[in-house]
C-alpha cells in the first residue's frame, strides 16, 4: 500500500511517503520536516526534559525500512538555535547551538544489535566521525566502535563550546590542529574503561606563554590506561626540543607520569622574566595589593595532587637571568605530595652547580629542605644576574657549599622560617666599585682601598631569624679583614672588621707615627678594629673602640714586658741552647703580673 502525508505545523512543512506490505509486515518510508519551531510542544513533555528548553528547531531528512526483525535507517537529523539551560549545569547556559546527525543504522531487532555505519555528528562546527556496533543494547549495552575527531582547529572549537564549560584561558590563546582515532569497547556500565586504543595526532597546538608561543607536535599513542608518545616536538622561538612521555593508570589515582626533555638549546629567561612581569602589573592595581604583593603574600597551598610523576630533562644551553648555563640536566619526582629534585647541575659562569631539593606540598606555604654547591665559579657573572645594581664589582672565582631549610615564600615566612649553614672560599679576585669599599676609602681618606685585591677569601655562615651570622677571613695584598657579625636579609649591617693595613697604608693613615706603635703586629700591619653598620647600600664604617682598648693594652703589655725582660734578664750565663729554669720561672711571672695590671 503506497501512502503520502503532507501538512505544515506552525512555519514549517512535514512530507512523509512510502509503502507498506501488512501481510508481510514490513514496510518503507521517508520523512521530511522543515525546521520546526519546538517550543510551542514543550508542555507535552516538560517533565522529561532535565532543565528548561527556551529555544529549538528540529529538521528532518530520512529513510527507514524494516520489519519485524529489523530497521534501517539513514539520514540527518538537525537541531539548531537550541537555547537550553541544563539542570547538571545550571551556571553554563547552552545558547543558540546547532547539532547535526548524518546517520546509516541497521538495527537488528532479534539479536538485539545496531550497527553504526559511517556516521558523522557535527555539534557548533565540530566535526565527529564514528562506525561500529552495539550490542545487547536492551540489557548491558556492549559497544564495539571507533570515533574520529579529524583536524580539529582548537581555536574554533573553544569559540564554539559554550561560555563556561571551558576555564578562564586569560591570554594564552590556544590554537593549533588536533586529529584523534580512538577505539571504544566494553560494556556502557564503565565508561572510563572503554577506550582500548587510539592515537591523537598534534600539529602545531601552541599558547602564548610570558613573551613565548611554543608549539607542540607529534603523536600520542593510547592503549588501555596508557598514553605513550615518543619524540613529540616542541619548538620555542628557534629553538627546538624533544618530549618523550608516558601515561599510566589514567581512569585511577595516582595517575603515573614518565616524562623526558632533550634539548640542544631553550631559553628560561622569558618565560620566568613574563611571569614576574605579570606579577609586576597585578600589583599595579591599587596600594593595598602592591603592599600583599610584597611582603604579605597569602601562602600557597596544600596541594593534594594525584599525581606520580618522574622525569628529566637534558638542555645543551640555556640562559637564565642574562646568564650563559651548559649542559644543565635535572631529574625529579613527585610521589604523596612530595616533590623530590635528585639533581639539578650544569656548568654556569666558568665553574659548575649542583641543586638537591624536596618541597612538602602537602604542607601550606610548602616546607623545602634543599643544598646547593657552587665549585669554580667567576663571581662577576653571578653578582649582575642576582644583583644587577652591583655589576662589575666583584670579580673572582668562588666556591659555595649552602643548606637551606624553610616554609613559606614571602619575605616575612623568610624572615621567620628560613634557617641553614653553609661555607664559602673566594680567591684570586678583587672588589671595586661597590659602596661598602667606596665607604671604607672614604673613612680611612686612603684611595688605595678603593679597589681592593683578595687573594683568598673564606669563611662559614649560618641563617636564623632573617639574619646571615658570618664568621670569615679577608686576604688581600695591601689589607686583611675579619668580618664577623650578622647580615639582615633587609640589607641591614652588624658586623666588626677587625681591618689590618700594609705597612705602606699604615703609614699613610698614621703619618706622624703616634699610635702606629701601638697598633701594629710583629710583621708591621696595622691593625684598625672597626664596625659596620647601616645597610648594604648606605654602609656606615666606625672605630671599634672596646676592640682598639683592647688593642692597646696588648701592645702596651707586649712592649712593657719586652722592656722588663731585657732589663732583668741582661745577662746570660747559660750555655747555649741550655734552659735556664730559674730565668723561665721568672718570666712567667713577669708575663703574669703585666697581664695582671692591664686587667687581662
Do not use: C
Given at each position: 500500500f503506497p501512502f503520502s502525508l503532507d501538512a505544515v505545523l506552525g512555519e514549517a512543512t512535514l512530507a512523509v511517503a512510502g509503502k507498506a506490505n501488512v501481510a508481510a509486515g514490513r514496510g518503507e518510508a521517508s520523512v521530511k520536516l522543515s525546521p520546526l519551531d519546538i517550543t510551542p510542544f514543550t508542555p507535552y513533555f516538560r517533565q522529561q526534559l532535565p532543565g528548561r528548553l527556551d529555544a529549538l528547531k528540529v529538521a528532518l531528512?530520512?529513510?527507514?525500512?524494516?520489519?519485524?526483525?529489523?530497521?534501517?535507517?539513514?539520514?540527518?537529523?538537525?537541531?539548531?538555535?537550541?537555547?537550553?539551560?541544563?539542570?547538571?549545569?545550571?551556571?553554563?547556559?547552552?545558547?543558540?547551538?546547532?547539532?547535526?546527525?548524518?546517520?546509516?543504522?541497521?538495527?537488528?531487532l532479534a539479536q538485539q544489535v545496531l550497527d553504526i555505519k559511517p556516521t558523522t555528528l557535527t555539534a557548533n562546527g565540530i566535526v565527529t566521525r564514528m562506525q561500529g556496533r552495539v550490542s545487547d543494547y536492551g540489557t548491558a549495552p556492549r559497544l564495539d566502535m571507533t570515533v574520529e575527531l579529524p583536524d580539529l582547529e582548537i581555536r574554533s572549537a573553544l569559540q564554539a563550546v559554550p561560555a563556561g564549560l571551558v576555564p578562564d584561558l586569560g591570554d594564552l590563546d590556544p590554537a593549533g590542529q588536533v586529529r584523534a582515532r580512538l577505539?571504544?569497547?566494553?560494556?556502557?556500565?564503565?565508561?572510563?574503561?572503554?577506550?582500548?586504543?587510539?592515537?591523537?595526532?598534534?600539529?602545531?597546538?601552541?599558547?602564548?606563554?610570558?613573551?613565548?608561543?611554543?608549539?607542540?607536535?607529534?603523536?600520542?599513542?593510547?592503549?588501555?590506561?596508557?598514553?605513550?608518545?615518543?619524540?613529540?616536538?616542541?619548538?620555542?622561538?628557534?629553538?627546538?626540543?624533544?618530549?618523550?612521555?608516558?601515561?599510566?593508570?589514567?581512569?585511577?589515582?595516582?595517575?603515573?607520569?614518565?616524562?623526558?626533555?632533550?634539548?640542544?638549546?631553550?631559553?628560561?629567561?622569558?618565560?620566568?622574566?613574563?611571569?614576574?612581569?605579570?606579577d609586576a602589573t597585578a600589583g599595579d592595581g591599587g596600594a593595598t595589593a602592591g603592599k600583599v604583593g610584597k611582603d604579605q603574600q597569602a601562602d600557597i597551598g596544600p596541594f593534594d595532587l594525584p599525581l606520580d610523576v618522574t622525569g628529566e630533562a637534558r638542555i645543551g644551553q640555556t640562559v637564565y637571568r642574562g646568564m650563559t648555563i651548559d649542559n644543565m640536566v635535572a631529574k625529579y619526582r613527585l610521589k604523596n605530595n612530595i616533590f623530590t629534585l635528585e639533581t639539578l647541575t650544569g656548568n654556569v659562569a666558568g665553574g659548575t652547580f649542583t641543586e638537591k631539593a624536596v618541597v612538602d606540598l602537602g604542607q601550606k606555604g610548602l616546607a623545602y629542605d634543599s643544598t646547593f654547591r657552587v665549585q669554580g665559579a667567576q663571581m662577576n657573572p653571578l653578582v649582575t644576574a642576582f644583583l644587577p645594581k652591583s655589576?662589575?664589582?666583584?670579580?673572582?672565582?668562588?666556591?659555595?657549599?649552602?643548606?637551606?631549610?624553610?616554609?613559606?615564600?614571602?619575605?616575612?615566612?623568610?624572615?621567620?622560617?628560613?634557617?641553614?649553614?653553609?661555607?664559602?672560599?673566594?680567591?684570586?679576585?678583587?672588589?671595586?666599585?661597590?659602596?661598602?669599599?667606596?665607604?671604607?676609602?672614604?673613612?680611612?681618606?686612603?684611595?688605595?682601598?678603593?679597589?681592593?685585591?683578595?687573594?683568598?677569601?673564606?669563611?662559614?655562615?649560618?641563617?636564623?631569624?632573617?639574619?646571615?651570622?658570618?664568621?670569615?677571613?679577608?686576604?688581600?695584598?695591601?689589607?686583611?679583614?675579619?668580618?664577623?657579625?650578622?647580615?639582615?636579609?633587609?640589607?641591614?649591617?652588624?658586623?666588626?672588621?677587625?681591618?689590618?693595613?700594609?705597612?705602606?697604608?699604615?703609614?699613610?693613615?698614621?703619618?706622624?707615627?703616634?699610635?702606629?706603635?701601638?697598633?701594629?703586629?710583629?710583621?708591621?700591619?696595622?691593625?684598625?678594629?672597626?664596625?659596620?653598620?647601616?645597610?648594604?647600600?648606605?654602609?656606615?664604617?666606625?672605630?671599634?673602640?672596646?676592640?682598639?682598648?683592647?688593642?692597646?693594652?696588648?701592645?702596651?703589655?707586649?712592649?712593657?714586658?719586652?722592656?722588663?725582660?731585657?732589663?732583668?734578664?741582661?745577662?746570660?750565663?747559660?750555655?747555649?741552647?741550655?734552659a735556664d729554669p730559674a730565668k723561665d720561672a721568672g718570666k712567667k711571672v713577669l708575663e703574669d703580673t703585666i697581664r695582671g695590671l692591664f686587667g687581662r
Open positions: 531528512d530520512l529513510t527507514a525500512q524494516g520489519d519485524s526483525k529489523g530497521l534501517l535507517s539513514r539520514g540527518t537529523i538537525s537541531l539548531s538555535d537550541l537555547d537550553i539551560l541544563l539542570d547538571p549545569l545550571k551556571d553554563v547556559p547552552i545558547r543558540d547551538a546547532s547539532l547535526s546527525l548524518d546517520y546509516d543504522l541497521d538495527i537488528d577505539n571504544l569497547a566494553g560494556t556502557t556500565d564503565e565508561p572510563l574503561k572503554l577506550l582500548r586504543e587510539g592515537e591523537i595526532v598534534l600539529s602545531g597546538v601552541q599558547a602564548s606563554v610570558a613573551s613565548l608561543r611554543p608549539a607542540l607536535s607529534g603523536r600520542l599513542a593510547l592503549k588501555g590506561e596508557t598514553v605513550d608518545a615518543q619524540q613529540l616536538e616542541l619548538k620555542m622561538g628557534d629553538t627546538t626540543a624533544a618530549i618523550d612521555l608516558k601515561v599510566s593508570n589514567l581512569f585511577g589515582k595516582p595517575l603515573r607520569i614518565e616524562n623526558s626533555l632533550t634539548a640542544d638549546r631553550l631559553l628560561l629567561d622569558p618565560l620566568l622574566q613574563g611571569g614576574k612581569e605579570k655589576a662589575d664589582t666583584v670579580h673572582g672565582g668562588l666556591d659555595l657549599d649552602l643548606a637551606l631549610k624553610g616554609k613559606g615564600v614571602s619575605s616575612d615566612d623568610l624572615r621567620r622560617n628560613l634557617s641553614g649553614a653553609g661555607d664559602f672560599l673566594f680567591k684570586d679576585g678583587k672588589l671595586s666599585g661597590s659602596a661598602l669599599v667606596k665607604g671604607l676609602s672614604d673613612f680611612l681618606a686612603i684611595e688605595e682601598l678603593r679597589e681592593l685585591n683578595v687573594r683568598e677569601s673564606a669563611g662559614s655562615f649560618t641563617i636564623e631569624k632573617g639574619k646571615f651570622l658570618i664568621q670569615s677571613t679577608l686576604a688581600g695584598s695591601n689589607a686583611r679583614f675579619s668580618p664577623k657579625g650578622s647580615l639582615g636579609m633587609d640589607g641591614s649591617l652588624d658586623l666588626s672588621l677587625d681591618l689590618r693595613l700594609s705597612p705602606e697604608l699604615s703609614r699613610k693613615l698614621d703619618s706622624k707615627g703616634t699610635v702606629s706603635q701601638f697598633l701594629t703586629d710583629a710583621d708591621g700591619w696595622g691593625l684598625v678594629p672597626l664596625r659596620l653598620a647601616g645597610t648594604l647600600d648606605k654602609p656606615r664604617f666606625g672605630l671599634d673602640t672596646s676592640a682598639a682598648k683592647e688593642q692597646v693594652k696588648e701592645k702596651a703589655a707586649q712592649e712593657l714586658q719586652r722592656q722588663l725582660e731585657k732589663k732583668l734578664f741582661k745577662t746570660d750565663d747559660t750555655a747555649e741552647g741550655e
